[in-house]
């Protein structure tokens, strides 16, 4: 009875209270949110959430401090295996240099940290034994020097003396080449005048004909030989193989005997014998002297002819000639001998000096100088420690164990990230470029290396790395946002959301990451505008108070323009206001006596109020079921699964 008074009292208050709440709401101006999924989170008090201020920061401002915005995007990220592991250096790309000769360090170039490029001079060092060599060079080739101008001397009176015998003979074997000319003349006008006479012509026409006669007879003797030696040749042959009578061969070896009696006949032709001496008795008959004498005078030209051209001081001059060049030579040779001992050692320490003999150490690799172990003035031996260390960091290795249940998702090329424990903020890609071909009995890993680019030499030797090895994405597009965006504050996750002109920190909820994105569960939507650059910073200055136009708007208690506007609209008539009042007067009443009748109430109602927005809904559990209600979370539309209420027996 009690309870059933309280509820209609309830229900006088409430259609009270509707009443004022109905003018309230229809006679205030409405709130316009910019985004349809942010509404009064734009409001939220420090105090209250924890959460930082809004930032106004003009177009200009942002441009000039680097921040930048990117669109919240709904898509597939890639996921794989993640596994740790540590920076490595290549194979080959960290050099010890050292001193390839005894000495001591004259000038180093060089200090630890030092970026160097192939070839570059390091250090310069200054050796006893390349020196003593130097000297012995240099003393040998000015030896060679004084001996090279002796033989150019001697070669030079060589050549004028060869020159003036060649000019002297070349005029005696002029004058010889006249005579000759002459005297070959004489003799050929008389032998001309001898062949005219009829006896020694006919001589001779006899004598030619029986010769070519002869030369017939010889010919034909020549292929019968010839058939008769093949005949018997092949005789023998087939005797020897049983393929004929021995008597066959016995005669191919007659008749061959007889073609060889045949040709010795016919190249002792009688009748060519006689035509010769017929040809000689006409001649000794004839008046021949003066034929004879013409003879006797060109063999004599000509045996001068011969001793010019063989004159004994131009060989002598030549000879003399080949040995002062043979000896130039040999000056030359010694010039090239004299620094050969000094070139070859420094060939072979693979090393330059100079004309001092100061021996410049150069960068084998292009690289970093890692650390020196030597100073100026230092005694320095190529056995002993080395002068400096030189790495190549430009592209290192990031290494770690994949298990063996894996291994046929991993492929070399494969793409993956990396991420260093002592650079949060950075992530490093790059591919698999070996995989290890053995198992490891205990732990059944097999390595892996990954090749990355390190154009800025912050990836070091030693750290701690983590990478992820993409194998796969995810099955339908999810929020994600990139990992530079999100600013972690005392133990919430933070991004910076565009309205306006003004940056505001919404709290999210991260899932799976992907490389350098990460995915948003909750605070975000898609299409909003977020900080992905500079956004610690933004944090920073709000902490410290944000700017001064966003403190001048929280004195003042004025709604961020980014966030609501107002609009002046006409007011709704009163009436409508006292009758929406009335209307719901007339229903708190009704409830409050419908559970004026009942024995057993509810003890509990579930009610949740927002914080940040001033308003609460509250939601009665009616007949022990379980309701679900829909509620607007900072504007966002979520399911909100109410407890189930147990019964009150209220006897």
């Known amino acids: ?88 250096t290549l194979p080959n790309q960290k050099v010890e240099v050292r001193a390839p000769v005894s000495g001591t360090v004259v000038e180093l170039l060089v200090k630890p940290g030092d970026k160097v490029s192939k070839g570059q001079t390091l250090a310069v060092l200054s050796s006893s034994e390349l020196g003593q060599l130097r000297v012995e060079s240099v003393s040998k080739r000015a030896e060679a020097e004084g001996n090279l101008q002796q033989a150019q001397a001697d070669f030079k009176l060589a050549q004028e003396n060869y020159d003036r015998q060649l000019q002297i003979s070349a005029a005696e074997i002029a004058q010889a080449k006249t005579q000759l000319t002459a005297v070959t003349q004489q003799y050929e006008q008389e032998q001309q005048l001898v062949n005219n006479r009829s006896v020694v012509k006919v001589a001779k026409e006899n004598y030619q004909r029986q010769v070519e006669i002869s030369q017939a007879e010889i010919a034909r003797a020549e292929t019968e030989l010839t058939v008769a030696k093949e005949q018997f040749d092949r005789d023998q042959e087939l005797v020897a193989s049983g393929a004929i009578a021995r008597r066959t061969m016995l005669e191919s070896q007659a008749h061959f005997a007889e073609a060889k009696a045949t040709v010795a006949k016919a190249k002792s032709r009688p009748e060519v014998v006689k035509a010769e001496t017929e040809i000689r008795q006409a001649e000794v008959d004839l008046p021949l002297r003066e034929l004879r004498d013409s003879q006797g005078k060109v063999a004599e030209a000509k045996a001068q002819l011969t001793k010019a051209l063989s004159r004994r001081e131009v060989l002598e001059a030549e000879a003399q000639l080949k ?35 100061l021996v410049t150490v150069v960068a084998p690799i292009a690289g970093t100088v890692a650390d020196r172990e030597i100073t100026p003035g230092e005694s320095v031996n190529s056995a002993e420690k080395p002068l400096m260390s030189i790495l190549n960091d430009s592209s290192v290795f990031a290494t770690a164990n994949i298990y063996e249940k894996d291994l046929n998702l991993v492929k070399n090329g494969q793409e993956l990230t990396v991420k260093i424990a002592s650079l949060p903020n950075r992530t490093f890609r790059g ?23 390190n154009p800025e030499r912050i990836l070091k030797p030693g750290m701690f790395a983590e990478l992820e090895i993409f194998t796969d994405k995810t099955a339908t597009n999810i929020l994600a946002i990139p990992v530079s965006a999100v600013v972690e504050a005392s133990g919430k996750q933070l991004v910076y959301v565009k309205n306006g002109d003004a940056f505001q920190a919404m709290e999210v909820a991260l899932g799976q990451s992907s490389g350098d994105l990460v995915e948003i569960k909750s605070g975000l939507f898609e299409g909003d505008l977020i900080v992905t650059q500079r956004a610690p910073q933004l944090y920073a200055q709000s902490l410290r108070g944000g700017s001064k136009q966003s403190k001048t708007e929280d004195k003042k208690e004025v709604t961020p323009k980014a966030t609501e506007a107002s609009f002046n609209s006409s007011p709704v008539p009163l009436w409508a206001g006292i009758g929406g009042g009335m209307a719901i007067a007339s229903l708190t009443f009704a409830i409050g006596a419908l559970w004026g009748n009942r024995r057993k109430f509810p003890a509990v109602a579930a009610s949740q109020s927002h914080a940040s927005n001033g308003f609460s809904i509250s939601a009665p559990m009616l007949n022990d079921e379980l309701v679900l209600h829909n509620v607007h979370n900072d504007n966002h539309h979520v399911k909100v699964k109410e407890a189930e209420i147990e019964k009150v027996n209220n006897k």
């Open 1 to 88: 009875m009690i309870f059933h008074k309280s509820a209609q009292f309830a229900a006088i208050i409430s259609s009270g209270y509707g009443t004022l709440l109905s003018l309230i709401l229809l006679t205030s101006p409405t709130a316009v949110f910019a985004h349809a999924g942010h509404g009064d989170e734009f409001h939220q008090s420090g105090e209250t959430t924890q959460i930082p201020a809004a930032i106004s920061v003009d177009a200009e401002t942002s441009k000039r401090i680097g921040i930048k915005v990117e669109p919240v995007r709904a898509q597939r990220l890639a996921v794989g295996i993640k596994t740790t592991g540590q920076i490595e």
């Open 323 to 357: 040995r002062a060049k043979a000896a130039l030579e040999v000056a030359q040779s010694r010039i090239r001998l004299s620094s050969s001992a000094y070139e070859a050692r420094l060939q072979q320490l693979g090393i330059a000096a100079n004309d001092k003999g």
């Open 431 to 453: 591919k698999i470029s070996f995989i290890g071909s053995i198992v490891e009995g205990e732990t059944r890993a097999v390595p892996v290396k990954a090749l990355l680019d």
